[in-house]
């Protein structure tokens, strides 16, 4: 489903969004649930390729900007849907390099004393999960690319659920996570 929520301030995907954009990939659910993943999957490549630090999240924002146009260009589109996809990667990439330029001349983030401060929040944050949220979000980052696709595959099979499903309730804590995250500092910036 792409990125329902990044940090930058995007907007969740709704339900429909996204299955508009299943159905635009394909009329057949499971047909295009596989086509989604083999575009999430050549997104992460293309970005990990280019250097990107957080591979997934940019193609996760691309996901999400099409996902959002469905409407809009599903009935007059012609050709490969993945295309689209690739097009919209590559001015996120653009967006990205501008942003990272702008990010390695701006002052560090303002914190508690020392750069683990984050760290240490997340960690706060984590034991606030339930053991089975916390086991299924750090097995779900546990690997590093080709091991991380199949160890996610591996975990679907196991839950019982589809790969889309998994990604979208490792999404969901991911979220839970970041927003924690930010109501601490919020909270350490106001004493």
């Known amino acids: 489903m792409g990125s329902p929520g990044s940090q930058r301030g995007k907007v969740d995907l709704t339900k429909e ?3 508009r954009l299943l159905h635009w990939l394909d009329r057949d659910r499971d047909r295009a649930a596989q086509r989604y993943e083999q575009i999430r999957s050549g997104l992460i490549k293309v970005f990990l390729c280019r250097g990107a630090v957080d591979p997934e999240e940019l193609a996760d924002e691309t996901i999400n900007r099409v996902a959002r146009k469905v409407q809009e260009i599903a009935d007059n589109y012609v050709g490969d849907p993945s ?3 690739y097009g919209v990667a590559n001015m996120i990439y653009l967006e990205y390099i501008r942003r990272k330029s702008v990010a ?6 303002e914190g508690p004393e020392g750069p683990d401060w984050r760290y240490e929040y997340l960690e706060q944050c984590m034991q606030k999960l339930s053991d089975e949220n916390r086991e ?9 690319r080709r091991a991380k696709i199949d ?7 196991r839950m019982g659920i589809t790969a889309n499903a998994l990604w979208i309730r490792a999404h969901r804590i991911k979220k839970d996570l970041q927003n924690c995250v930010k ?6 910036r106001r004493q």
């Open 136 to 144: 299924l979000i750090l097995a779900y980052y546990e690997h590093e």
């Open 183 to 188: 109501q601490r500092l919020r909270s350490d």
């Open 83 to 85: 295309l689209y996809f």
């Open 104 to 109: 390695t001349h701006a002052p560090p983030p």
């Open 151 to 157: 160890r996610r595959k591996e975990l679907a099979d």
């Open 17 to 19: 969004e996204f299955d």
